[in-house]
C-alpha cells in the first residue's frame, strides 16, 4: 500500500519539481517513467563568476582567524564532505553535527540537516557568521579581502559595483551551483542505457521502491527536496543516548514541538563516498545506515541479503565530477593515505632497530 507520504514523493517527482534554484533553461521530463531523475547539464553559468567563486571557496579569510575555507569542510576530491563523525570548528574542536556534502546542493530545496537555510547564499552567511564555523561577520570579512588588489580587480572586471557582500554571495553561488555530478551509472540507466548496471543493481532498485525508501528519496537529488521525522517506527535516540542540541533537528528553528526530531531529508547522491552517515555520523558504512533506516523509518528489519543488494544500487548513484568518477578519485585518496600511514610506520620501525642497536639511547 503507498502511503500519503509516497503519493507526495512521487507526484513531487514526475512533476520534475527540483528546487527554488534550478534554471528555466534546466527543463526536467520523467524519464522511464521512474520517480527518479538523472542529473541534468547545466551550461548557462558564467565561467568567469565560476572561477571567482571557486577562489572564495577556496580562501580562508572567510573565518575569523583566516584558518577555515568552505572547502576545509568540503573536499571536492573527496565526496564534498570532510569524512568525519562531526566536521572540526573554528577552534578546532569537533562539531556538533556530520558535514553534508555540497555536491548537488542546489537541487536542495532547503540546507543544513535542519533546513535552516532556504538558499545556498543564505547558508554561507550563516556560515559565516557561526561561532563555531567562520565567526566573522561581513565587515570584517569585506575589510579584508578589500586589501587584495588582484581579487578586488577580479571583482571590478565582473560586477559594475566591484566588491561587496551581494557580489560576494553571487560569485560563490554561481560556484557551488556548478558542484553537479552527472553521468552516474544509474543516470545512464535512467537515460536509456539499461546494461549500465548489473542485474544484482536492478533487484536492489526494485527493493528500493518496494520497501518504501523511495517516499523520501526521489527526484533529481533523490532526496533533499522534503523534510521528515527521524524515528517514525524505532527510537533511534533512546537506544544511543547522550541526547544532543543537534538531535532535536528543526525544532531548533521552527521551536514547533512537530518539528522535534524532524530532519531534511539527505541527497542519496555519490552516498559511496560521503561516509560516516546519518546527522550524528553514526554509521560507519552503507551496510550499517541501511539497517538502521529500515528499522526507524520502515519498520522493516532487513535480510542480509537485501541489505547487500540496496547496497549495490545505492553504489550506482555515483556521479562525475570534472569527468572523473568520485568513487574513483575518492580510493586513489584512499590508497594515498594508506601508502602515508605504512610509510610512518616503517619509518617508525626503522627508528626503533636504530635506536636498539645503538644501545638504546640515541647516540
Not at 564555523?133 to 569585506?142: D, I
Not at 527526484?219 to 537506544?239: H, M, T, V
Not at 529500515?294 to 540496496?310: C, V
Request: net charge negative; hydrophobic share 35%; with cysteine.
Amino acid at each position: 500500500m503507498i502511503t500519503n507520504l509516497a503519493k507526495f514523493g512521487l507526484l513531487f517527482a514526475i512533476l520534475g519539481c527540483t528546487s527554488s534554484y534550478a534554471f528555466a533553461e534546466e527543463r526536467i521530463l520523467p524519464v522511464l517513467g521512474e520517480p527518479i531523475q538523472p542529473i541534468p547539464i547545466d551550461t548557462s553559468l558564467d565561467p568567469a563568476k565560476v572561477a571567482l567563486g571557486e577562489a572564495l571557496f577556496n580562501d580562508p579569510r572567510l573565518s575569523k582567524n583566516n584558518s577555515l575555507s568552505c572547502a576545509s569542510c568540503h573536499i571536492l576530491e573527496a565526496g564534498g564532505d570532510d569524512n568525519m563523525t562531526v566536521g572540526t570548528t573554528l577552534n578546532g574542536v569537533p562539531h556538533v553535527i556530520n558535514t553534508p556534502t555540497v555536491f548537488n546542493a542546489r537541487y536542495n530545496f532547503r540546507q543544513h540537516w535542519s533546513g535552516a537555510a532556504e538558499s545556498l547564499p543564505e547558508q554561507v552567511d550563516l556560515v559565516l557568521r557561526n561561532h563555531m564555523e567562520a565567526g566573522s561577520n561581513w565587515n570584517e570579512l569585506l575589510t579584508k579581502l578589500s586589501q587584495d588588489p588582484v581579487l578586488v580587480s577580479s571583482f571590478d572586471n565582473i560586477y559594475s559595483e566591484g566588491l561587496n557582500k551581494e557580489n560576494y554571495l553571487d560569485a560563490l553561488n554561481t560556484f557551488e551551483r556548478s558542484l553537479i555530478t552527472p553521468n552516474s551509472r544509474f543516470d545512464q540507466y535512467l537515460l536509456g542505457n539499461t546494461a549500465a548496471i548489473t542485474e544484482d543493481e536492478k533487484k536492489g532498485y526494485q527493493r528500493f521502491k518496494e520497501y518504501g525508501c523511495i517516499s523520501c528519496h526521489q527526484g533529481i537529488n533523490i532526496g533533499g527536496n522534503l523534510f521528515q521525522k527521524f524515528g517514525l517506527f524505532y527510537d533511534y535516540f533512546a537506544e544511543r543516548g547522550n541526547i544532543t542540541t543537534a538531535d532535536y533537528g528543526r525544532i531548533n528553528v521552527t521551536n514547533k514541538e512537530t518539528d522535534l526530531h524532524v530532519f531534511k531529508v539527505p541527497s542519496l547522491r555519490n552516498v559511496e563516498v560521503t561516509a560516516p552517515y546519518l546527522h550524528d555520523g553514526q554509521a560507519e558504512t552503507l551496510e550499517e545506515a541501511v539497517d538502521i533506516m529500515g528499522k526507524t523509518q520502515l519498520g522493516k528489519t532487513f535480510s542480509e541479503g537485501n541489505i547487500e543488494l540496496l547496497v549495490m544500487f545505492l553504489k550506482t548513484l555515483t556521479g562525475e565530477y570534472k569527468g572523473q568518477s568520485l568513487a574513483v578519485k575518492n580510493n586513489a585518496i584512499a590508497e594515498a593515505d594508506q601508502s602515508s600511514n605504512s610509510n610512518e610506520t616503517q619509518n617508525a620501525d626503522d627508528d626503533e632497530s636504530s635506536l636498539a642497536s645503538s644501545g638504546g639511547d640515541g647516540s
